[in-house]
């Protein structure tokens, strides 16, 4: 490991070579042997696992409930819905049988011709269809409403190109479907999903986030507006990171989903859908990290304090056995989760190296000296200083640490995001700037047209159109015409 | 809702319609669009997250990780394993293309012929097949020993006849594969996971099991050896409710997966996998419900008392709501999930026989004039008793009678089973008793031939032999050849 530690390419000579090296040795995921697909290993799992447990909760404080949905989709399905078949249709997994049989010239297994669907089913690359076509039966009167149903599921999306965890053609995620009587409330839940995603990426994954609201070219298919969070990764280039559509009556219409409404009316429903994925494991990894490999969050790291052991001899190493014990109690009694390493297999500078791949936040070495001082050697992982405490009263010195370290990884990349955030005044700035990476506030003239202009000269995308901040109408740098206030732009995973 | 609960068949008139009108008229689940898939409701769904959460914690505490492998898996891996593909690769649902295009002769969308997959792919039935492909690579030394993942997932399996919980094309579940360097370390794994699904099946869902041996008909596809645990519904047949395989060395063998034991030698990893699916929902129900709806284990429902208000006016609602929310806040307080329905738009009536039909255990109902005398009505579920008790110490008394009720329904289903299950000497004795319904203990030679014979004269199946209790060789009652013990029969689920 310390070997492999030594081997990680520096985000200087190659960033994303850096992240596609960590996400394998620090035992996050890897390639599985069906093409795109990964395999999500139990380090990395147990992070995900935080990650949903933390979303859960919030959802549920916001009233929702989880239920589930079938896998398969008929494949009438994806084209009741114009845009959503434009969107969707085009990158699935078709399943058209349903048998196999002995291969009558050899060995293994054919596909059995005579098993083969009436009409092919597609694995869901979203569930909008499926579910809506389900709600058709659920809502007869405004008193149905509103339905706030949370999937947490698996689904596939044939990508051409993949990289683990940011873009796989199966990914885990969850996704909500809500289904209102008024567009307002519909609104209103987009939004506050959207303030859900954004308080548990700023609160939990320690990432700054820029809401707004997609463009026209960027927005869900079937959506009337995607509203969006945006992070920046050490390489300046954006990454979306969770999605909520306030989708208008458009599923409603395509699967017949009408209610009664107060004034006994009929009435086409009013629906959202938000999802955040596996996707957020990049997120997290792609800010924080460093050359000495992963910097996890204290609120979502699987283990946030290793204690480690060093000693000469076993009856050292007992006395210090002995002298941990109360300190393990105590931490898990607070509950911080702490993992005890006197593993006698590795030496202490093996496993030194391991624990900060794995971006364990806090690290604690206890040595016979250090008993009779009475101290104890604390390293934080986010800045890796070294620093002795008292062993009296460590327990809430790491609980104190544990919550600093969260702040300052938070501060460190909200000021790295300010600092790579530029605002430009023409157009032969912003391309000049774009080179550089970050964040352009810039002003743009709405058309679709200039936003596609601007891709196809700059890779750059509008990112979003921010909610907060600065409102100030001005002129597209392109066209000249008026702007309603500052777009982001940049390039995106 | 009082008119579908009146509407629901009774138990003795149609079980097995009992059973499909309750799962649909309790909200737990209902048939999709794609054939033999369900859609689990959000109450449902409910149930099944409290199962996954004790089922999770119960894996962890035995030292297993959580962990994601891939949806789908090539063709070839099934057939790599001899016995798994002749149990497996029938009834698959079988990708063969990645994308769909726009009909070019009309509306909608057709699969596109140009893309065609090389090799097709399989949604997972069961993952042993990617999973051992991929532990190769993860496995050199003992050292790497065990594995112990554990994955929560969907899997598909084609069945021609489907019931909602019972037998559906998709369905949810966990499935353990665990990897080891000797035999019985692996064997010692399978019995350990047997051992915890007995438990959770008797501690949370109040479900008395037998946990035993499959006959070798009965084994799993690739599997030496199949613990199960089996249930008897209140029909008498039994249900198979969860399943641990020790698998020897056949799947390491077949993805060649070996390793450098201790004394430097090359070997065959050892391996296990064990799994329960929504298939418990069913057995669940089946066990405990009655003709007024689902009677639900205090420790599995997802709201385990109910408040409901009686009253004339909206004052006297006002003052029950005061004294109501204190008992609510305590109960919370205790851990206990309570739901106080003052909804002004249903009746008591309509509420008591929605509340019924949906299994709630402990039912409070709290009117003025209860106030006055400072006591309040209770209703258990499991009896359908009614009882006053002081509303002073109320909340003692519900988490008192909460365990009460799971005690009792456990109780309850054991009686039950102790009565329908007989000793039989003869195979006459035997083909009458089954008649009945029931477990019925009787000695067997051991051979697939005579089992299959009783199977095809009596329609039952050997559901276990037994690993606890009576040991006593006999002679088989068919053939009267040697019997090393009695072993279970019963038509089955």
């Known amino acids: 490991m310390a070997k492999e530690l030594k081997d990680l390419t520096k985000r200087a000579d190659n960033y994303s070579q850096w992240y596609n090296e960590l996400v394998v040795k620090a035992d996050l995921?890897?390639?599985?042997?069906?093409?795109?697909?990964?395999?999500?290993k139990p380090y990395g799992y147990a992070i995900w696992e935080k990650m949903q447990r933390q979303l859960d909760d919030m959802f549920k404080a916001t009233g929702h409930v989880n239920a589930y949905f079938p896998l398969l989709i008929p494949k009438s399905f994806l084209s009741r819905e114009a845009d959503h078949?434009?969107?969707?249709?085009?990158?699935?997994?078709?399943?058209?049988?349903?048998?196999?049989?002995?291969?009558?010239?050899?060995?293994g297994v054919v596909v059995d011709p005579a098993a083969r669907l009436e009409e092919e089913l597609i694995i869901r690359p979203t569930s909008e269809t499926i579910i809506w076509n389900t709600y058709r039966n659920w809502i007869k009167s405004y008193r149905d409403l509103p339905i706030?149903?949370?999937?947490?599921?698996?689904?596939?999306?044939?990508?051409?190109?993949?990289?683990?965890?940011?873009?796989?053609?199966?990914?885990?995620?969850?996704?909500?479907?809500?289904?209102?009587?008024?567009?307002e409330e519909a609104l209103e839940e987009a939004k506050r999903m959207l303030n859900v995603y954004a308080d548990f990426a700023e609160k939990f994954m320690a990432v700054p986030v820029i809401k707004g609201v997609k463009s026209a070219n960027e927005r869900f298919a079937g959506a009337l507006d995607t509203f969006t969070i945006e992070a920046m990764m050490q390489d300046g280039k954006a990454l979306q990171s969770g999605t909520s559509h306030f989708l208008g009556?458009?599923?409603?219409?395509?699967?017949?989903?009408?209610?009664?409404?107060?004034?006994?009316?009929?009435?086409?429903?009013?629906?959202?859908?938000?999802?955040?994925?596996?996707?957020?494991?990049?997120?997290?990894?792609?800010?924080?990290?460093?050359?000495?490999?992963?910097?996890?969050?204290?609120?979502?790291?699987?283990?946030?304090?290793?204690?480690?052991?060093?000693?000469?001899?076993?009856?050292?190493?007992?006395?210090?056995?002995?002298?941990?014990?109360?300190?393990?109690?105590?931490?898990?009694?607070?509950?911080?989760?702490?993992?005890?390493?006197?593993?006698?297999?590795?030496?202490?500078?093996?496993?030194f190296a391991d624990y900060e791949l794995k971006g364990v936040p806090v690290r604690l070495v206890l040595g016979a000296r250090d008993i009779e001082k009475g101290t104890i050697e604390v390293m934080r992982r986010d800045t890796l200083e070294k620093s002795e405490a008292s062993i009296e009263g460590i327990e809430a010195h790491v609980a104190a640490l544990l919550d600093e370290i969260q702040e300052n990884i938070y501060a460190k990349a909200l000021k790295f995001r300010e600092e790579k955030t530029t605002t430009v005044e023409t157009y032969e700035e912003f391309k000049e700037k774009i080179e550089e990476g970050g964040f352009i506030l810039a002003h743009w003239d709405g058309t679709p047209e200039t936003e596609e202009k601007i891709k196809d000269e700059t890779k750059a995308t509008i990112r979003c159109i921010p909610l907060d901040g600065d409102k100030t109408p001005g002129k597209c740098m392109v066209t000249g015409k008026p702007s309603a206030q500052r777009v982001i732009f940049a390039r995106s995973y």
Chains 1, 2 share one sequence.
Not at 158 to 183: D, S, Y
Not at 288 to 293: F, I, K, L
Not at 307 to 336: F, H, N, R
Request: with cysteine.
């Open 148 to 183: 706030l149903c949370n999937q947490w599921a698996n689904v596939l999306r044939w990508e051409m190109r993949t990289r683990l965890f940011l873009r796989t053609a199966e990914f885990l995620w969850q996704e909500g479907h809500t289904a209102h009587a008024t567009k």
């Open 249 to 351: 009556q458009n599923f409603a219409k395509a699967f017949d989903v009408k209610f009664i409404n107060k004034n006994n009316e009929l009435e086409y429903v009013w629906a959202t859908s938000w999802g955040v994925s596996t996707r957020l494991m990049g997120a997290l990894i792609m800010t924080h990290s460093d050359d000495n490999g992963l910097v996890l969050p204290p609120r979502l790291a699987p283990i946030q304090v290793v204690i480690v052991p060093v000693y000469k001899s076993l009856d050292q190493l007992a006395e210090i056995d002995a002298k941990v014990a109360p300190i393990v109690e105590k931490l898990k009694a607070m509950g911080i989760s702490v993992k005890y390493d006197n593993a006698d297999n590795k030496r202490p500078g093996f496993k």
């Open 29 to 40: 995921a890897e390639q599985s042997a069906v093409r795109g697909c990964m395999v999500i």
């Open 85 to 107: 078949v434009e969107g969707f249709a085009k990158e699935c997994a078709v399943v058209t049988h349903y048998r196999l049989k002995t291969d009558p010239d050899g060995q």
